[in-house]
């Protein structure tokens, strides 16, 4: 069965936006990739350590996969990219989340969908208002647009056009 999963993707150490565009790439390895937003320049939040600022985006894919199995392939896209876990939200060359797997609520100790934070992220929701403004989260029952539009309005968030 078919499953629409959106992903948050983030880059914060090299080239930042070839690493994006390279994760995409692969990513369709897992599916069809449905929808891709613009790539946004955002400033670390949550982190512990001084580091670079963000570029993130979001997407949508289309997957036959279920859940863990996704994840795992995923998470396999990020190692085979140089991701290295040294430090919780440390630096990295690329950072994938799962925000939605079609309409499933999962919380198990590899995977919690919807993503657990994605309502207090701007650099979250602002891409996900571009390809999914109507999506309604399962849990807290308010569109991506709602939850986006509840944030306060300075964030240090800054968009950047998708190049040709």
């Keep these: 069965m078919k499953k629409l999963v959106y992903l948050s993707l983030g880059s914060n150490l090299g080239n930042r936006e070839k690493y994006l565009r390279e994760a995409i790439s692969r990513l ?19 982190v512990r350590t001084e580091q670079p600022w963000f570029l993130n985006c979001a997407l949508a894919i289309e997957t036959e996969l279920m859940p863990l199995e996704f994840l795992s392939r995923m998470l396999g896209v ?22 939605f797997f079609g309409n499933d609520v999962l919380d198990t100790s590899e995977l919690t969908v919807p993503h657990p934070a994605l309502q207090q992220r701007r650099f979250v929701l602002e891409p996900m208002t571009e390809i999914a403004p109507a999506l309604v989260h399962p849990v807290l029952k308010r569109t991506v647009r709602e939850l986006l539009d509840s ?14």
């Design 28 to 46: 369709q390895e897992l599916g069809i990739i449905k929808q891709v937003s613009a790539f946004y320049e955002t400033q670390p939040v949550e």
């Design 78 to 99: 990020e190692r085979s990219m140089g991701r290295v876990r040294t430090e919780p939200k440390g630096p990295r060359t690329i950072d994938i989340d799962i925000l």
């Design 151 to 164: 944030l306060p309005a300075d964030s240090g968030l800054v968009k950047k056009p998708l190049p040709n």
